[in-house]
């Protein structure tokens, strides 16, 4: 009897991924340096960011960049680089931990739907309807409304919630339609014959199951949360001062100077925008990497 | 007979009579009288004069509100029994108040009232409503909210003896009734309208002041037009036009309104000027608000008067205030509780040896962080509340952070919006708060009025007690005699600054920016002052 000659498939490196998603590397390699500065940040700061040194400010004729200011100063001659660097914290704590939370109970909420089917689902899936009816940014207004304030070790709680609930719905929603798929398979109902509780079944058997939609969804909501934190900020409702964070360094005190001390928004606008692409191209990439329909 | 009258006056020095004759009068009678108010004078007449407000009026009722958004819509519909001389600020001079006189005893105060005075509905202004507007403001009936009644508890009665005579009595002298006569937002009703419903006026309308309400699109903008029948006769427009917007300098240089009038910020002024450049014109004047910070007598650490002045002493304010009065709108030089520079303030001579107010700043922290570690507070974490508002909350909590910093302090500000902040200031849930003083006035007894024992004031925050500090407001407060109450004032200061339980950061300084068509305005200490626009014309 001859022995069957299957074709292992090919393992997929890192290398394999610059390759094929050269973009959503420089992506990746971007997110690198944002996560290094956000770690190191008092090593890597030039200044602390909430050093106030009036001589700077452009009020008193200071502040323009400088080799003491690279980038500039903002109104309180605090160092505009330094606040970017520290911001990159807050904006990646922020934006990690609401996109993990906002993606992990849409995923959770998406396969118990997706697992019960019937009157459970009809009430969760009108639910998120009526949820993705509001736009995200009212959506992240109101809950900031409704939740009182709670700051743990220099985060704050309330803001990751607005960003989260919003993200849930949505995820909640891709999740399902590939957990529906799922829950048809032999092994489910394998799973479901021997007995085990629905809870096992859910978190052992479908959602390992929707990783590769659920990391992708993550990279991208990421850049999203990093956007929305940047306008709750902006809008004076989220981190709020002296708290380096980009969104707040393009309103409150740096507003003033738009048109005379113009570097103090280019700054941290474009640091907005950076992070938000790096997650944006990087996401891309990983959907199309994971995804098999599209393996080269 | 004319011999011996001749005989008479050659006997006595003629000058020395009239004089003694003057002095006699002024000892038999504390009287003051008032000119008669300026003469109409309208250089140009015509126009709508546009402006902006920054907040939406909460009523219009002005006896029930300190809002300064219902003095710069409202007030122009009335007038007050008296006003002041903006030019020669805080000098009084009537309103509808024709000439004015206090007895010796300081009891009585008897007002002669302008005749033919016409409220906007046609009927005339008679001294019965003199007195249903103050009986409405000291008793206010049932529903009815009278803010500053507390500053009119002396008067006892009040009668009219004629249409034009109305008479105040007080159950004791009090230094600052006659100033609160003038109060702004003391305006005249009809006893009419207040007869006909109590309440009528928080949404109505009917004054006697220069400009006639037309309408009020709420959030949006406001209508007045030129009342023909105003007995000063100084308004000049054909009318106003105001509306609510959220930035000054974009609608000042779009065209949309010619001014704001409660102040700009530094580099507001800057943008203003290098896009409108002589189409602009600046008016400044010091606010007689205070910035405080309010240091909570329930933290046990502030219990300690030496960590109390500590925290104080590690301001630098000589040299912090004029670089922090660069980028907001704070006054660039330090104050006690009164206005520098005014009759009863403390000189900086004496202002300047109080702890926390020295000149050398270096020595003052070292001394500071001296007195922390003897009272075992060194590296003292505390909160700071905060008001989420840029200017100037954020700017004064930013310096005001890096200047505790300085000293080894560990303050943790807390921003919330405006209704959670004032929720914990209320229920004293900070460490230290900023807040503030507002005045109309550099009088003793509205200016001091906060640092008085808690259970006597709802505004001093603090929740501290100190009886001594009372027994010299109430002794000031009763105290006719402007010197004798001075040194009064001055022995409450240095109490106060070195009980050091609110500390006095800045007053503030107010910047109008004006579309330079706008003429004849003379801007006041306070925003809520001068709102009328009598005098206002455009060129």
């Known amino acids: ?296 | 007979m004319l011999n011996k009258l001749t005989k008479f006056l050659g006997g006595i020095n003629m000058l020395g009579f009239i004089k003694n004759l003057v002095g006699g009068l002024a000892l038999i009678s504390f009287t003051v009288v008032g000119g008669i108010a300026n003469s109409a004078s309208c250089p140009k007449s015509g126009g709508i004069l546009k402006y902006g407000v920054k907040a939406e009026p909460p009523t219009y009722d002005m006896h029930g509100t300190n809002s300064y958004a219902v003095m710069h819509f409202v007030a122009q519909h009335y007038s007050t029994l008296l006003t002041f001389d903006w030019n020669k600020f805080p000098k009084l001079e009537g309103d509808v108040a024709d000439s004015w006189n206090v007895s010796s005893d300081g009891l009585t105060y008897t007002f002669k009232i302008k005749k033919g005075i016409k409220f906007h509905d046609g009927t005339p202004l008679t001294s019965k409503d003199v007195k249903a507007t103050y009986d409405r403001l000291r008793n206010p009936p049932e529903g009815v909210i009278s803010v500053r009644k507390a500053l009119f508890s002396s008067i006892s009665g009040i009668t009219t003896p004629d249409d034009n005579t109305v008479v105040f009595k007080l159950s004791s002298p009090d230094a600052f009734m006659l100033d609160g006569f003038a109060s702004p937002f003391n305006a005249i009703y009809s006893a009419k309208d207040i007869a006909k419903d109590p309440k009528w006026h928080l949404k109505n309308i009917n004054g006697t002041g220069p400009y006639k309400f037309v309408a009020h699109k709420k959030g949006e903008s406001w209508k007045a037009e030129k009342f023909a029948d105003f007995h000063h006769g100084d308004n000049c427009l054909d009318g106003t036009e105001s509306f609510r917007i959220k930035k000054v300098a974009e609608p000042l240089i779009g065209g949309q309104i010619m001014a704001e009038w409660r102040g700009t910020a530094p580099p507001e002024r800057v943008l203003l000027k290098k896009e409108m450049g002589d189409n602009v014109s600046f008016q400044a004047k010091t606010l007689m608000t205070l910035w405080v910070v309010s240091l909570n007598s329930k933290t046990k650490a502030f219990q300690n008067k030496k960590v109390r002045q500590a925290i104080n002493m590690c301001i630098d304010r000589h040299t912090g205030l004029k670089k922090l009065a660069k980028i907001t709108f704070t006054a660039p030089r330090p104050s006690g509780y009164l206005l520098y520079d005014t009759f009863y303030a403390l000189p900086d001579e004496e202002l300047y040896k109080i702890p926390g107010f020295q000149k050398d700043i270096a020595a003052s922290r070292k001394k500071a962080m001296q007195m922390l570690k003897e009272a075992g507070a060194e590296g003292l974490e505390f909160t700071y509340s905060n008001r989420a508002v840029s200017h100037p909350y954020d700017h004064i909590a930013i310096w005001l952070m890096s200047e505790w910093k300085k000293c080894g302090l560990k303050p943790k500000m807390i921003t919330n919006p405006t209704s959670k902040f004032v929720k914990i200031r209320r229920e004293g849930g900070f460490d230290a708060t900023i807040d503030w003083a507002p005045s109309f006035l550099p009088d003793p007894t509205l200016m001091h009025f906060k640092y008085i024992s808690a259970d006597r004031t709802a505004s001093n925050y603090s929740k501290n007690t100190d009886r001594g500090l009372d027994k010299i407001f109430d002794a000031q407060k009763g105290e006719v005699d402007k010197n004798k109450r001075k040194a009064l004032v001055h022995e409450f200061e240095k109490t106060a600054l070195e009980n050091a339980w609110v500390l006095p950061i800045t007053y503030t300084d107010r910047v109008i920016a004006l579309n330079s068509k706008v003429k004849g305005y003379v801007i006041a200490n306070s925003h809520i002052l001068n709102n009328t626009w009598r005098g206002v014309y455009l060129d």
């Open chain 1, 1 to 296: 009897m001859s022995k069957m000659n299957i074709a292992k498939p090919k393992r997929r490196t890192v290398w394999d991924f610059i390759k094929q998603q050269p973009l959503g590397f420089i992506g990746l390699i971007l997110i690198l340096i944002m996560s290094i500065a956000a770690i190191f940040s008092p090593e890597v700061a030039p200044y602390h960011p909430e050093d106030v040194d009036f001589e700077a400010s452009p009020a008193l004729g200071g502040g323009q960049p400088s080799w003491d200011h690279l980038l500039g100063a903002d109104a309180f001659g605090r160092d505009i680089l330094s606040r970017l660097i520290y911001g990159a914290r807050t904006a990646l704590s922020i934006g990690f931990l609401s996109a993990f939370i906002g993606c992990t109970v849409g995923a959770i909420i998406g396969t118990t739907s997706a697992y019960f089917g019937g009157k459970i689902d009809l009430i969760i899936q009108r639910l998120i309807d009526l949820m993705l009816s509001f736009p995200i940014v009212v959506l992240a207004i109101v809950v900031i409304a409704v939740f009182p304030k709670t700051v743990v070790a220099g985060i704050d709680i309330n803001v990751i919630i607005a960003i989260a609930i919003p993200f849930t719905p949505k995820v909640a929603r891709v999740i399902r339609s590939q957990a529906l798929t799922i829950v048809t398979l032999p092994y489910v109902d394998a799973a479901k014959s021997a007995g085990f509780s629905a809870t096992r079944t859910i978190f052992r058997h479908i959602l390992p199951n929707v990783t590769a939609p659920y990391l992708i969804m993550l990279t991208a909501f990421i850049g999203q949360a990093i956007l929305l934190e940047a306008s709750l900020s902006y809008l004076g409702l989220g981190v709020v001062e002296p708290t380096p964070s980009w969104g707040l360094m393009l309103s409150g005190v740096n507003s003033d100077y738009y048109r005379t001390a113009a570097w103090m928004i280019i700054y941290p606008g474009l640091a907005v925008s950076i992070a938000v692409f790096s997650f944006n191209l990087f996401g891309d990439s990983l959907r199309d990497w994971l995804d098999p329909k599209l393996k080269l």
